[in-house]
Structures are given as structure tokens and as C-alpha cells.
């Protein structure tokens, strides 16, 4: 495969500068299949990788090297704070259930502070975002599962010292998501009607220091799933669950702009997936980039950009037999996005197994957008997961390891991999919860997973 091929063929002098760590010594080991260059990472920040086997691995910065994060459970979804200084991570034991879940908290040197999520009791299906603005994090989770009554999810607001601030709980979050000024949440907060068995749903905003719960909008039968903010905090982005059910949702959900001031709906576009990865705010822009198109198969269904300003929202124009994927704004109002061949999962390329997701990320690369016109971004083919950097550089992955292209290079370089893949849903990679990177341009709400029954 054309990827690996050229993975593979790294020359003599690159594998020099490679950082191949084969044993534990002094917490700056890897495993044998992970490989790192952190003198390309000079001057760019640091950086979090989840390599293939679910080992947290640092580079950059102060460190020298490679430092392998001691922790005992595979672990996932890195997040760095506003600031730098603290990384969040989360684990899930090897088992059937991958429960219960723990958010640690870590230094950026790479030593385990502690757990941020609460202590004493199980914690199953634990999601976390950090604050815009400040060291603390939101978290949501389910906890009391062996109650009588049932479980009820809890979402809780903890600084770096363990605190927590209790602000919502309810039979069902379906996600919450932090204001760009970091001073409140929105939230979906549901319960069953029981009888006659119909969801009722509320969009809240609730105080990130806690306080009384604002009521955005309500839906009765459907759930409002939080997907974000507009850029300048006046609404609340919302998917709208039918029936909250998963199934539905798998194929697509209308995304709805819901003002925070009246609760007036405007319709985005009438179905897309739920990946956080496939939205994108620009607060320089004061616009949101998603990716249209229904169907879980990843290439099926004609997926295409759509950019919506405060007024209207326009289709770019892609050709036949393409799809696009994984809009990314840069601090300077910049578009990227990647635009591939919609590859099918047919036998010969694999179903949907990594091997179909590399011949798609294979087929074509990163574009840059402006208006309705693209062009190819230099040094970008086949690439995809594109993250723009606070300097104008660009990191990417390739063929399951993050690659970084300087801002006015034509050439990217190898920084680490293989990056985890475990999170594959037909043919869709979640590559952005395998690393994280200090100088990511971020200008929006921290999302946090959301959580449909």
C-alpha cells in the first residue's frame, strides 16, 4: 500500500534521527513498534501520542527524548490545558466492558499526578474537556449503576487539585461543551417520560463556578445533543437526536444553531455524523465549517464541506466520486480540509478494516479552501487529520503516524507512530484522540464526548 510504502522508505539518514525506544529505561522507553523524532518537534511546542499499543508517550519541550507515562491501563484521548502546563488522559482496563473509566491528571515532565475522577465509587463511560480559560476541567460520567433506581450521569467541574463542583445530574448528558470565554457550559440534560416512554430534553446553560441552570430550548421525544458553540458564544450548536436513538444517529443528525438569547433554531444542514472532528469554528471568521452528508459507511453519501456564516451557509463544490473530511481553521481565518476518493469498502480494499482507511487517507490529501475554490496544500498528500499550529505549521497523520509540515514548507517530516487506531467505526479513524499538541490553533469551546443511549 502506497502509505506504508512510503513509511518504509525513510532514508538511512532520517532513521539516524529517529528515536526508536525498545525498553523501559528511566520512564523515556516505548514499545518496540513505536518510533519518535523529537528534534523535529523543536520550537514547535510539546506533544501527547497514543501509540498503537495505548502507551502515553511525550516529546518536546524541556523533555530530552522520548518519556514513556507510567500508567497501568491502556490509555486514550490525550488533552493538554489552555496554558500547557497539564495533561489530561484517560484509561479504560483490558477487558470485556473497558470499564470503569479514570481521567488522570499529568504533568507536562510526564509524572501521574493524580485521578480527577471521583474517588470511592465506580466510574463508567467517563469523558472530559478542559476549560478555555483556566486549569480545570469539565467531566461527565455514569455512576450508581448498582443502585436500585437505575444510574444517573453526573457532570462535575474539577480543578488540577482534585476539587469538584457538582453542576447537573440526569438519567441521560448528551454532551456538554464549554463557552470560548470559559465561563459557563451548555449542556443536554434528559429524562424518560415514563409512561408513555418519550425522552424529554433540555439545552442548559449552567455556570462553570456553579448556579442555576438557564434553559436554552426543549424537546420532547428527540434528544438535543451539544456539539460546540458559534465562535462568538451567541448559540449553542446542537445535533438533533430522533427518538435517541443510536441507530439513527449513526446515518446522520441534522446540526441546529440554537441562540442562547431566544432559542430561535436555525438548521445547519439536515444530516451529518456526529465526529467532533468533522466541525470547526473560527472565532476570526465568526464561522463554522462542517461536513455534510449522511450514511456511518465513511465514503458513502457524497460527504462534502459546508461553511455557514451568521446568515447562510454554502456547499463547496467538490467533483464526482470525492468526498471531504476533517475541516480545520487556523488562528488567521485559514481553511484546510481533506479531500479524498470515495473508496470502496469492497474486499479488495479491506471492508472496513485500517487497511480500507489508509487506501482512503492514500487517494488524496490536505486541500486549502477559500471560498468556493481549493487547492492542494504542498507537502499535504495523503494526509488527513490536519491540525494547524499557533505559527502557521500543520500536523497531520500519514499512514497511521503524525507528521509535521512547516508554515511555508513543502516537505512534511516524520514526528512519531503508530499512532492508536481503536476507535475505528466503518472505515472512520478517530486520529484526533492519538495525540495532542500544545501549540494546536483552538479558538473555540472544549467539547466534550457525547453520551446518546
Not at 140 to 161: C, E, F, K, M, N
Not at 296 to 312: F, P
Given at each position: 500500500?502506497?502509505v506504508?510504502?512510503?513509511?518504509a522508505?525513510?532514508s538511512l539518514?532520517?532513521?539516524?534521527?529517529?528515536?526508536?525506544?525498545t525498553?523501559?529505561?528511566?520512564?523515556?522507553?516505548?514499545s518496540?513498534?513505536?518510533?519518535?523524532?523529537?528534534?523535529r518537534?523543536h520550537?514547535?511546542g510539546?506533544?501527547?501520542?497514543i501509540?498503537?499499543d495505548?502507551?502515553?508517550?511525550?516529546l518536546g519541550g524541556?523533555?530530552?527524548?522520548?518519556?514513556?507515562?507510567a500508567?497501568q491501563?491502556?490509555?486514550?484521548?490525550?488533552?493538554w490545558?489552555?496554558?500547557?502546563?497539564?495533561l489530561?488522559v484517560?484509561?479504560?482496563?483490558?477487558?470485556?466492558?473497558?470499564e470503569p473509566?479514570?481521567?488522570w491528571?499529568?504533568?507536562?515532565?510526564?509524572?501521574?499526578v493524580?485521578?480527577?475522577?471521583?474517588?470511592?465509587?465506580?466510574?463508567?463511560h467517563?469523558t472530559?474537556?478542559w476549560?478555555?480559560?483556566?486549569?480545570?476541567?469539565a467531566i461527565?460520567?455514569t455512576?450508581d449503576?448498582?443502585r436500585?433506581?437505575?444510574?444517573?450521569?453526573?457532570?462535575?467541574?474539577?480543578?488540577?487539585?482534585?476539587?469538584?463542583t457538582?453542576?447537573?445530574?440526569?438519567?441521560?448528558?448528551?454532551?456538554?461543551?464549554?463557552a470560548?470565554?470559559g465561563?459557563r457550559?451548555?449542556?443536554?440534560?434528559?429524562h424518560i417520560?415514563?409512561?408513555p416512554?418519550?425522552w424529554?430534553?433540555?439545552?442548559?446553560?449552567?455556570?462553570?463556578?456553579?448556579?442555576g441552570?438557564?434553559?436554552?430550548?426543549?424537546?420532547?421525544g428527540?434528544?438535543?445533543?451539544?456539539?460546540g458553540w458559534?465562535?462568538?458564544?451567541s448559540?449553542?450548536?446542537?445535533?438533533?437526536d430522533?427518538?435517541?436513538?443510536?441507530?439513527i444517529?449513526?446515518d446522520g443528525?441534522?446540526?441546529?444553531?440554537?441562540?442562547?438569547?431566544?432559542?430561535?433554531?436555525r438548521?445547519l444542514?439536515?444530516t451529518?455524523?456526529?465526529?467532533?472532528?468533522?466541525?470547526?469554528t473560527?472565532?476570526?471568521?465568526?464561522e463554522?465549517?462542517?461536513?455534510?452528508?449522511?450514511n456511518r459507511?465513511?465514503?458513502?453519501r457524497?460527504?462534502?464541506?459546508?461553511v455557514c456564516?451568521?446568515?447562510?451557509?454554502h456547499?463547496?463544490?467538490?467533483p464526482?466520486h470525492?468526498?471531504?473530511?476533517?475541516?480545520?481553521w487556523s488562528?488567521?481565518?485559514?481553511?484546510?480540509?481533506?479531500r479524498d476518493?470515495?473508496?470502496?469498502?469492497?474486499a479488495?480494499?479491506?471492508y472496513f478494516?485500517?487497511?480500507?482507511?489508509?487506501?482512503?487517507?492514500?487517494?488524496?490529501?490536505?486541500?486549502?479552501?477559500?471560498?468556493r475554490?481549493?487547492?492542494?496544500?504542498?507537502?499535504g498528500?495523503?494526509g488527513t487529520?490536519?491540525?494547524?499550529g499557533?505559527?502557521?505549521?500543520?500536523?497531520?497523520?500519514?499512514?497511521?503516524?503524525l507528521w509535521l509540515l512547516?508554515?511555508?514548507a513543502?516537505?512534511?517530516?516524520?514526528?512519531?507512530?503508530p499512532?492508536?487506531?481503536?476507535?475505528?467505526?466503518?472505515g472512520?479513524?478517530?486520529?484526533?484522540?492519538?495525540?495532542?499538541w500544545?501549540q494546536a490553533?483552538?479558538?473555540s469551546?472544549?467539547?466534550?464526548s457525547?453520551?446518546?443511549?
Amino acid at each position: 500500500m502506497a502509505v506504508k510504502r512510503l513509511i518504509a522508505a525513510v532514508s538511512l539518514v532520517a532513521l539516524v534521527m529517529t528515536t526508536l525506544v525498545t525498553t523501559a529505561i528511566d520512564g523515556s522507553a516505548a514499545s518496540s513498534s513505536f518510533s519518535a523524532n523529537p528534534s523535529r518537534l523543536h520550537g514547535h511546542g510539546e506533544l501527547a501520542v497514543i501509540s498503537r499499543d495505548h502507551h502515553l508517550y511525550l516529546l518536546g519541550g524541556r523533555l530530552t527524548g522520548v518519556r514513556k507515562v507510567a500508567l497501568q491501563d491502556p490509555a486514550d484521548d490525550p488533552m493538554w490545558s489552555h496554558d500547557g502546563r497539564w495533561l489530561a488522559v484517560t484509561t479504560q482496563p483490558t477487558g470485556p466492558n473497558d470499564e470503569p473509566t479514570t481521567i488522570w491528571l499529568v504533568s507536562r515532565s510526564g509524572h501521574v499526578v493524580r485521578p480527577l475522577t471521583p474517588k470511592g465509587q465506580q466510574v463508567l463511560h467517563a469523558t472530559a474537556a478542559w476549560s478555555p480559560r483556566a486549569d480545570r476541567l469539565a467531566i461527565s460520567y455514569t455512576a450508581d449503576v448498582t443502585r436500585p433506581s437505575g444510574a444517573t450521569q453526573q457532570l462535575d467541574v474539577v480543578d488540577i487539585s482534585g476539587a469538584a463542583t457538582s453542576l447537573a445530574s440526569a438519567q441521560n448528558i448528551s454532551g456538554f461543551a464549554w463557552a470560548p470565554n470559559g465561563r459557563r457550559l451548555a449542556v443536554g440534560l434528559n429524562h424518560i417520560q415514563n409512561p408513555p416512554g418519550r425522552w424529554d430534553s433540555r439545552l442548559v446553560t449552567i455556570p462553570a463556578g456553579g448556579g442555576g441552570q438557564r434553559t436554552i430550548t426543549t424537546d420532547n421525544g428527540n434528544i438535543l445533543v451539544v456539539a460546540g458553540w458559534w465562535p462568538n458564544g451567541s448559540g449553542v450548536l446542537a445535533w438533533r437526536d430522533f427518538q435517541g436513538s443510536g441507530s439513527i444517529a449513526a446515518d446522520g443528525l441534522p446540526l441546529l444553531d440554537i441562540s442562547t438569547a431566544t432559542g430561535h433554531r436555525r438548521q445547519l444542514t439536515k444530516t451529518m455524523l456526529q465526529y467532533p472532528s468533522w466541525l470547526a469554528t473560527s472565532k476570526v471568521k465568526d464561522e463554522v465549517a462542517l461536513i455534510a452528508g449522511g450514511n456511518r459507511e465513511l465514503t458513502n453519501r457524497h460527504k462534502h464541506l459546508v461553511v455557514c456564516t451568521r446568515t447562510r451557509c454554502h456547499s463547496v463544490p467538490q467533483p464526482a466520486h470525492k468526498v471531504t473530511f476533517d475541516p480545520a481553521w487556523s488562528l488567521d481565518g485559514r481553511l484546510a480540509a481533506v479531500r479524498d476518493r470515495a473508496v470502496q469498502p469492497t474486499a479488495a480494499n479491506g471492508y472496513f478494516t485500517l487497511h480500507y482507511t489508509h487506501k482512503v487517507d492514500a487517494s488524496g490529501g490536505i486541500d486549502l479552501v477559500r471560498g468556493r475554490r481549493v487547492h492542494a496544500v504542498r507537502g499535504g498528500g495523503q494526509g488527513t487529520a490536519p491540525v494547524w499550529g499557533a505559527r502557521g505549521a500543520m500536523m497531520f497523520v500519514r499512514g497511521s503516524s503524525l507528521w509535521l509540515l512547516n508554515a511555508g514548507a513543502t516537505t512534511a517530516h516524520r514526528l512519531a507512530g503508530p499512532l492508536s487506531s481503536a476507535d475505528a467505526f466503518y472505515g472512520f479513524v478517530s486520529w484526533q484522540d492519538s495525540f495532542a499538541w500544545t501549540q494546536a490553533a483552538v479558538d473555540s469551546g472544549r467539547l466534550g464526548s457525547s453520551q446518546v443511549i
